[in-house]
């Protein structure tokens, strides 16, 4: 039985990402299974705060002027980039396969280990000042309950969260 990595991602995976990922295990025959949420219940205040605290004031403004997606735009927009992300780890040669999922990625990670073969979990996320302080994050939430490897790493850097 092949064991699987699950990635959980907030954006679409670039090669950069997948290279990095897929460079942890050298050699090595795995499935990874993306996971991307769709946002449907995007926080404008910490969004606002996390663009703030790392200088990116016009995503900030744009955030602040945009308004919140609809579902069906916001599950459109993780469609994309869950098929985008599929497609960098079948360019490299893996085996991928993925889903979208709800808002809190929790239970789904849940599901997936409780399946089984499931040998850890990668988080690659933009940095959020908030949530990574607080260990309210993706990743330490799914260290605390799931028992299995977490890997939280930020999105197009070589950064570990």
Known sequence: MTE???VLTEDTLDDFDVQHIVGLHPGEELD???LVPADTE???LGSLFNHLASGQFKQAWDDATAGEPTERDARAEASEQL???IAEFQTVGCAAS????????LPALRNAVAVGGVREIIVVTYPHALEDTFRRDWASRARDE????VLHMYTRTSEIG
């Open 4 to 6: 699987t990595i699950l």
């Open 32 to 34: 990874y299974r993306v």
């Open 42 to 44: 995007r926080s404008l």
């Open 83 to 85: 098929a985008l992300s």
């Open 98 to 105: 993925g889903v979208v999922v709800e808002d809190d990625p």
């Open 146 to 149: 799931l028992h299995v490897p």
